[in-house]
């Protein structure tokens, strides 16, 4: 669904891709190269045909218990150290050739530590030619017969193709050579570069069959590198100035029509052989950015990519001239990536602007594995993240590939010395992870609806020998009466005429048979285009069901995993509960055990209280009968005291008078009252005759000694009595109490609770008793004053 902006046009829909539901793998080739030094210790042992084991070198401990790891690798296919150039060629270019020349695109790149082989293997040596060189050998080998005219095809600067007939083609390469001045494209006869003369031995070419002759080709190369994240057209022709030079433009990526990217401004050179081409190409390869480093002496400091680009188009009925229809021609391209290799500065010695070249390196490789990583996530998991391709130009350039556009191919290059352990580890590890990246594998192109064999019967039309007609005899006449010469010819001619009558018969019978054979052809095409219609109906029916399955696979997938993260998350869980529940027994247990001593703590309390209790009954009875003996003791001293104080004031009143008689009253000194008595009232009332003298009468002094600690160890209570003068002159005397606390030591200590204190107060002629509570008393406790006043 595409939504309108408001104010802006709405977006068109991309158009579909031309791939089909089918995906291939990226295939990953490893190859590893000999050792500098035959006395260097070796870290790489090729196993098989596809595997390769690492061998962990001294000085490098990979597991904790200090032990060696060694690591198996697999790829698609392992090329030794005495593989030759050719095997490895054709097992992994020529695949990509066969696609290139029936329509379909390819990416091959190597991929690998600095110092590797990685453009050795792509472009060799005299001799031992590598990846690229046989490829345009082996291009140019399968189509050189069926090349079109120069400037037959033709580019449109927006990654597209022009055609025009071979007389304008004509013009056009007259045109340009009088208008430009710069040296023409070097031929096949010109002589070689001596570095790359004889690249491909003769017993070494390669040559496609079942090329489609029908058809005219043209191959366009172009060259470019990726110094510092920027693009530089590495063909571009410029004016030198020794004086003050200028420095190259880079170039911007541009995606054209069909959302193909492409480098926008790059020189396409048209060329007509494989010498031809490859001379392009060195030439393009001395402005290449090399460097010397403690590593390489010709390090690349720049990811170079050589794009070859095939363009084709049908002949026309006659198989004469090529069908002049723009959307008859079919583009290919096969690019030939040369990465730089990964390294680090410590171990180079960059300094500068190594330095920089080195980060920007290992960015843009760091960058494609970074993309790689994504895809396969997407692809395993079902996620749909985005893949930064625009984060490096590398990546960028090459997004169509993994979006469906061709095949992908890596070579990855190995240093089997130790030095390079590390990085090379790296390396494994991307390229396993690469491997499992699936690429959408691009359609077949459609097939031309003319006659097959067109170009082969125009030339056998062409090459085909004359029939030759009966000859004249001779017309000369040189008598009039001459009967001889007239009928002869006449015969001759009526012989020419009847072999004229069978060609023009034979030649409408081979028309009609002809016409015969192309109705039946085109009725055979036709079926099998039908045929091929149900056929890719069906293709996509079982490919509709196997993306099924495979979606239906990578969710069975997510829901494996999912359950066994569930399952581990159930787990844990019951482990939790089962540790909980131990707990919570423990603690039941525990709680348990603390009630029934709750429990027995209580009933040993009810049984201290009970005896509590009974004690302070007996000692409160006691106190009470030792407190009413108190009191009454009191109330005798103050009888005694009121008779000496009235017989003193009686005395002194009538000082010569005779005593009177004594008088029979009432004794002043009422006989003590029992306490419970005193207690339910608050007033005592009692008479006193006039005259009579209180005088108080001090008992004899009583002994206190300390009880025997057995007397003691029977005691619950304790009561300490003391008596002493007021401030005011009355006598006090305060009764301090206390309790019998057994020890732990088996002895006895004493706690005072309670203070009462008794005093007597003259001038009301009353007596008060006043009680004080400790600290120490039970809640309700009351405070009770007993006052006993007399009155006369």
């Known amino acids: 669904i595409y939504f309108y902006r408001k104010g802006k046009t709405p977006r068109r829909p991309p158009p579909k891709k031309p791939s089909s539901n089918q995906t291939d793998p990226v295939g990953v080739y490893c190859r590893v190269r000999p050792l500098g030094a035959e006395d260097e210790e070796c870290c790489i042992e090729v196993i098989s045909s596809t595997t390769i084991q690492m061998h962990t070198p001294e000085g490098f401990k990979t597991n904790r218990n200090g032990e060696y790891k060694e690591t198996q690798y697999s790829f698609k296919k392992v090329f030794g150290v005495s593989v030759s150039q050719m095997e490895l060629f054709e097992h992994v270019a020529k695949p990509l050739v066969d696609d290139l020349i029936h329509g379909k695109n390819g990416l091959l790149f190597t991929y690998g530590v600095t110092g590797s082989g990685k453009t050795f293997t792509m472009t060799g040596s005299p001799g031992q030619g590598g990846l690229l060189p046989r490829s345009l050998d082996m291009i140019f080998n399968s189509i050189g017969p069926y090349q079109a005219k120069r400037y037959v095809f033709k580019t449109d600067e927006k990654n597209g193709m022009e055609i025009q007939t071979e007389v304008d083609a004509l013009l056009e390469r007259q045109r340009r050579d009088n208008n430009f001045s710069v040296p023409k494209t070097p031929s096949t006869r010109l002589k070689a570069d001596p570095e790359i003369a004889d690249m491909i031995k003769p017993e070494e070419a390669s040559k496609l069959d079942g090329v489609d002759d029908d058809s005219s080709y043209s191959i366009f190369v172009s060259y470019v590198e990726i110094y510092n994240n920027y693009i530089y057209d590495l063909l571009e022709e410029t004016q030198e100035d020794a ?22 401004g790059c020189l396409e050179v048209e060329v007509k052989s494989a010498e ?13 950015k090399v460097a010397n480093t403690r590593l390489n002496r010709e390090s690349s400091r720049s990811h170079s990519v050589f794009i070859i680009k095939l363009a084709q ?13 723009k959307n008859q021609i079919s583009v290919s391209q096969l690019c030939l990536v040369d990465l730089a290799g990964s390294e680090r500065t410590g171990r180079t ?20 594995r970074t993309c790689i990583e994504i895809l396969r996530e997407n692809q395993m998991c079902g996620t749909n993240k985005m893949v930064p391709y625009r984060d490096s130009k590398i990546t960028h350039l090459f997004k169509n590939y993994f979006d469906g556009e061709g ?12 030095d390079d352990y590390e990085e090379t580890l790296l390396v494994m590890r991307f390229a396993e992870m690469t491997q499992e990246v699936e690429v959408a594998r691009p359609v077949d192109r459609p097939i031309c609806g003319f006659t097959p064999g067109r170009r082969h019967r125009n030339q056998m039309t062409i090459n085909r020998p004359l029939i030759i007609l009966p000859s004249l005899p001779s017309c000369e006449l040189t008598d009039p009466h001459d ?9 001759a001619l009526k012989n020419r005429q009847r072999v004229k009558q069978m060609l023009i018969e034979d030649s409408n019978m081979i028309k009609s048979v002809l016409q015969e054979l192309d109705t039946g052809l085109i009725s055979k095409d036709n079926f099998i285009q039908e045929q091929n219609g149900k056929l890719l109906e069906k293709d996509r029916i079982i ?20 359950i066994d993260i569930l399952q581990k998350t159930t787990k844990i869980f019951e482990d939790d509960k089962r540790s909980l529940q131990h707990e919570l027994g423990t603690r039941e247990q525990r709680l348990q055990r603390e009630l029934s001593e709750k429990r027995r703590m209580e009933q040993r309390l009810h049984g201290v209280i009970s005896d509590t209790q009974f004690k302070w009954e007996k000692e409160c009875e006691r106190r009470v009968n030792a407190l009413q003996l108190e009191m009454q003791n009191k109330l005798w001293v103050k009888d005694e005291k009121l008779k000496q104080l009235k017989a003193i004031v009686t005395e002194s009143k009538t000082p010569g008078r005779p005593e009177p008689p004594p008088r029979q009253t009432q004794s002043a000194s009422p006989s003590p009252v029992p306490l419970h008595n005193a207690l339910s009232s608050s007033v005592f009332l009692f008479t006193m005759d006039l005259g009579t003298v209180l005088q108080p009468v001090i008992p004899n002094a009583i002994q206190v000694s300390a009880p025997s600690e057995k007397a003691l160890s029977k005691c619950d209570r304790y009561v300490l009595t003391h008596q002493e003068v007021a401030s005011d002159g009355e006598i006090q005397t305060k009764l301090i109490k206390g309790e019998v606390i057994k020890t732990r030591g088996g002895g006895q200590a004493v706690q005072f609770t309670d203070i009462e204190t008794l005093k007597q107060e003259l001038t009301t002629c009353s007596v008060a008793v006043e009680m004080r509570a400790g600290s120490n008393m ?8 007993v006052t006993k006043r007399r009155k006369p």
């Open 243 to 264: 004086i003050k030079p200028k420095p190259p433009q880079s170039k911007i990526l541009r995606e054209d029509q069909n959302h193909i990217m492409y480098v926008a």
């Open 276 to 288: 031809e081409a490859f001379q392009v190409f060195w030439r393009g390869q001395k402005k290449r």
């Open 313 to 325: 188009a049908p002949l026309d009925a006659d198989g004469d001239n090529v069908l002049q229809d």
């Open 349 to 368: 010695g960059a300094e500068g602007t190594r330095i920089r070249e080195a980060g920007n390196i290992n960015q843009s490789l760091l960058n494609l």
């Open 407 to 418: 095949k992908v191919r890596m070579v990855v290059c190995v240093n089997p010395k130790t």
């Open 483 to 491: 009967d001889i010469t007239l009928p002869r010819l006449i015969e």
């Open 543 to 562: 490919q509709g069901n196997k993306a099924e399955i495979e979606r239906l696979e990578k969710k069975s997938k997510m829901q494996e995993h999912k």
């Open 778 to 785: 039970g809640p309700g406790y009351e405070h009770h004053a």
